[in-house]
Structures are given as C-alpha cells and as structure tokens.
C-alpha cells in the first residue's frame, strides 16, 4: 500500500486559495474515484473531507481516497 501524501481536504481548502478550476478538478477526481470503487463492487461507507488527501503540484492536482475501514464489498468486480 502506498503512502498518501499531502494533505486531508479540509486542511487543503484552509491552507489554499481554490479557483473554480482546482474545484472542477477535485470534484471530478472524487466522482471517477467513486464510480471506480463502485465498477470493482466495492462501497467506501465513509467519504468525507478527513478521508480525501489532496496533492497538489503547480499545475495539477491528485486527490486520494483513504480509509477503507468500513468499505464493504457489494458484488463481484465487473
């Protein structure tokens, strides 16, 4: 398992100035990041902003979803 580096989302959106295109980006990452779990049957139970970590180099930005302590599987991965 890697390391998720950079910061929870919540500490993101204090610590830096978000224009709509960071925005964009964030949400469309968290919609494909779930539409993905969902395709390989699996239900994290507990998005929220503690459980996505931003990385955010100069010209783009990658979120990740952690914590899948309560993630239940709901079907086989299609």
């Known amino acids: 398992m890697e390391k998720a580096k950079g910061l929870p989302l919540h500490l ?3 610590c830096n100035e978000l224009t709509i295109g960071k925005i964009k980006s964030i949400v ?3 919609i494909e990041a ?3 779990l969902h395709q390989q049957g699996i239900a994290h139970r507990d998005i929220k902003p503690d459980n996505i970590v931003i990385q ?3 010209d783009s930005i990658n979120l990740k979803l ?3 302590n309560t ?3 709901f ?3 299609k």
């Open 56 to 58: 955010d180099n100069n």
């Open 12 to 14: 993101f959106v204090k």
């Open 66 to 68: 952690i914590d899948f």
């Open 71 to 73: 993630a239940y599987f």
């Open 28 to 30: 469309a990452q968290l």
């Open 75 to 77: 079907s086989e991965p």
């Open 34 to 36: 779930v539409c993905y």
